[in-house]
């Protein structure tokens, strides 16, 4: 077996709300392998982007992680310093996010950004860092690489600014990509485009990522192993194949029911009646007990264990009962 790259146990995350902490992120585990693709999926609100930001330490104010372990090739990060974990943003993981807009500087040209973040984290003179900046343009299939460099954010399609940051995100070569709805904001045919561009830079960098979508076809298509989330919760994981072919928590079932049709529609947000629990402590039991359409009484009474078949885990009473739809 090989080492995880990243590993995550027993995550909590919380946000100040006067005297308490309000728990968003609950116990969450999560392993990534180097050069593999693990999908996190899950309504809004579960906990996505939390659980990203909790690793790099970029939680918005007022949020803290309160227990748990991150660690990263081996390495506690949350015993590292600041300095340490700047030099481990860009360099060993790097980020995209849903809108590149707000994530690209308006003031500066695309190489100037580029160039930036390359000197920041490599010892290259302008000139080297700008050649380099050239080639990550190449990467990421934006044409005329070279007059390219001397545009700014603005003067870019919203498909070409998200190839601007991938290239910016994988300029220093990092091990670990997380990825948060990276293209949630795109239409069809551009987020395909930028689909493929991640599957590419994948095999031929052999880089890992961490895919956050609420979009389950693109998970299956990119992910090896996918995991599921409810009210700040890990509900279910495995392998992405054997998962959505055969989900054994009913919360999945249900959100792999309400996946769209190809029909051009751009937003693949699956809706699943009622409403997850959104504030303050979870009722006992089953947080999705309330909404399950097989919940019985032990379900808010009780905890729901852990079960497992083969590599999949479920965290329900009923996980053995389901059988492949
Ligand atoms: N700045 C904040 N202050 C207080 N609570 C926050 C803040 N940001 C997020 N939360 C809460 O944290 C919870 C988890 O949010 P998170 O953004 O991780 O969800 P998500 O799964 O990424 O959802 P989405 O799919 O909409 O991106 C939500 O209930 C949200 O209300
Ligand atoms: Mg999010």
Redesign the pocket.
């Known amino acids: 077996m090989t080492e995880d790259l990243l590993r995550i146990d027993g995550l909590h995350v919380g946000?100040r709300s006067g005297d308490a902490m309000?728990s968003?992120?609950r116990g969450v585990d999560l392993r990534i392998a180097p050069g593999e693709v693990v999908g996190l999926v899950?309504?809004?609100?579960?906990?996505?982007?939390?659980?990203a930001?909790a690793i790099m330490r970029l939680l918005?104010?007022?949020?803290a992680v309160t227990s748990g372990r991150i660690s990263f090739r081996g390495r506690n990060l949350r015993q590292c310093s600041a300095g340490d974990l700047n030099r481990l943003r860009g360099n060993q993981i790097g980020m995209i996010f849903q809108d590149p807009l707000t994530a690209l500087n308006p003031a500066l040209s695309i190489g100037r950004q580029l160039t930036d973040a390359i000197r920041t984290h490599q010892p290259l003179g302008r000139r080297a860092a700008m050649a380099r900046a050239e080639e990550l343009l190449q990467l990421v299939g934006i044409p005329y690489p070279r007059q390219r460099l001397l545009a700014y954010p603005h003067e870019l399609s919203g498909g070409m600014r998200q190839r601007v940051m991938i290239a910016l995100a994988v300029s220093c070569n990092p091990s670990l990509l997380i990825a948060?709805?990276p293209t949630t904001a795109l239409d069809v045919t551009v987020q395909a485009q930028v689909m493929d561009l991640l599957d590419r830079i994948r095999s031929e960098i052999g880089i890992a990522i961490l895919f956050?979508s609420?979009n389950l076809e693109l998970v299956a298509e990119i992910s090896t192993r996918v995991t599921v989330?409810y009210a700040?919760r890990v509900v279910e994981s495995g392998d992405v194949r054997a998962l959505f072919a055969s989900p054994r928590h009913p919360y999945t079932r249900q959100l792999l029911r309400c996946v769209p049709r190809l029909d051009g529609s751009r937003s693949a947000m699956p809706t699943i009646p009622g409403l997850p629990p959104?504030t303050g402590a979870l009722p006992p039991g089953c947080p999705f007990a309330p909404r399950c359409d097989l919940a019985e009484s032990r379900c808010s009474a009780q905890e729901p264990p852990i079960r497992w078949h083969e590599q999949q885990m479920a965290v329900c009473f009923r996980a053995d009962e389901m059988v492949p739809a």
């Not at 309504?43 to 659980?51: F, H, I, L, Q």
């Open positions: 946000f309000r968003v992120v899950g309504e809004s609100g579960s906990g996505k982007s939390m659980t930001l918005p104010p007022g949020g948060d709805e956050i609420h989330m700040g959104t």
